[in-house]
């Protein structure tokens, strides 16, 4: 398959890099010679220098014969007309459109048609819903849910006194008395599928799978004591902090938005009339404690600078609150972030490269196909939601029985309405759903990939 992607910034090169690592043909347009040299030295890429939304550039870029255009370059405009231009030479390639202007969400939806548009992201929407959910289920840094909200992987930090630091993983039912699957660990920084003699540490970050009545017991059962969120400090007037406040308030939440820049704090004021808008320095620990930091619930910090936001979130973790999300787009500062401990740790641009990695292989429309795909762990690790059909090999057989390739966990096994936490005896069968755990590195197009 062949795609374009119109520029070259960090969402640009994050999925560039995401999709030739599935064995994708990519041209890359930008602007930029300098940008353009540093990818096509990195990456064995095709790269066109010009206006992405013009013709001629398109024509260099052979649109014509391109099966999908993602056009994320700096402005919503561009983007637009980049995707209409293409579809006007190739009436039957895919669009992708990056859209981040909150005024033209409702109208952009109305007219995908007009603007020929296959799909629209918007990052800091996207990550705006991802911190609520965060914020709405207390006690896990990550959630993602699979077979319908039947089951789910959950990420979680071992603290110094926690029942399960220093604990080997074939022994955690016994503190956790429910039934749960420890799919992946992460320390320092690096992702590893752990088997039942894996010690868990003081730092390490667990991702575990059960269903969601058997998360609640382990909560409870390992001291971690949750509450629903009422008081929220959103650091940052961005469009994602506009995005997220919009979604709290509406939630019934007290928000308190603070920003720096006095002319946007009056635009926010005038749409956020729920919201507190404060405007000051949220980098000043002074001033943090003045708004009354140590009554929040939880802290976001949301800046555009990464280091910042990490200072924030350490000042709110000094104040003991509950819950501190992060906001980062370098997702190479990893681990640093884990050094620092900054609680639950959100990339924009990572989410929105995802979400289109996950379209793009929908393209391929292949016979048992992933019916989900949900990266975690930095993107060092994917959960696929697959559903056995009479291609699937090796049906009613014990799983200690099957040959997986190396790195790939079946973690969860949905027969109908009911999930099963897989052990060594159990089988799938035609109509099932499997979710099945892999290193980022192995590319599953199909179930039958897992199998050895």
Known sequence: MKVIIAGAGKVGTMLTRKLLAEGYEIVLIDNNQQVLETCTERYDVMAVRGNCASMETLDEANVKKADLLIAVAGGDEYNLLCCMTAHGINPNIHTIARIRTPEYGEQIYKMRDVFALSMVVNPERQAALEIERILKYPGFLRRDTFAR??????????????????MAIKDMNSITKSKVLVCAVRRDGVVSAPDGNYILKEGDRIFVTATSKELTGMLKNIGVITHKVKRVMICGGGKLGFYLAQQLSKGGIDVHLIEQDRNRCIELSNHLP????????????????????????????????????????????????????????????????????????????????????????????????????????????????????????????????????????????????????????????????????ANGDVVLHTLNDIFV
């Open 149 to 166: 909200g039947r089951a789910e992987i959950v990420e979680l930090k071992i603290r110094e006194d926690s029942k399960l630091c220093n």
């Open 274 to 437: 729920n919201v507190s808008i404060v405007c000051g320095d949220a980098s000043s620990q002074m001033f943090l404690e003045s708004e009354g930091i140590e009554k929040c619930d939880a802290v976001v910090a949301m800046t555009r600078y990464d280091e910042m936001n990490m200072i924030i979130s350490l000042y709110a973790q000094n104040y003991n609150v509950d819950q501190v999300i992060t906001k980062v787009d370098h997702t190479e500062n990893s681990r640093i972030q884990d050094i620092l401990g900054l609680g639950s740790v959100v990339c924009p641009k990572e989410l929105c490269s995802n979400q289109i990695v996950r379209y793009v292989r929908a393209m391929e429309s292949t016979t048992g196909a992933a019916l989900s795909i949900h990266s975690f762990a930095d993107g060092q690790m994917e959960a696929l939601e697959f559903r056995v059909d009479e291609e699937t090999l090796h049906c009613g057989e014990p799983l200690k029985a099957l040959n997986l390739r190396k790195n790939v966990l079946i973690a969860c096994i949905s027969h109908g309405k009911l999930p099963e936490i897989p052990d060594g005896e159990s089988t799938f069968n035609v109509g099932d759903i499997l979710v099945v755990v």
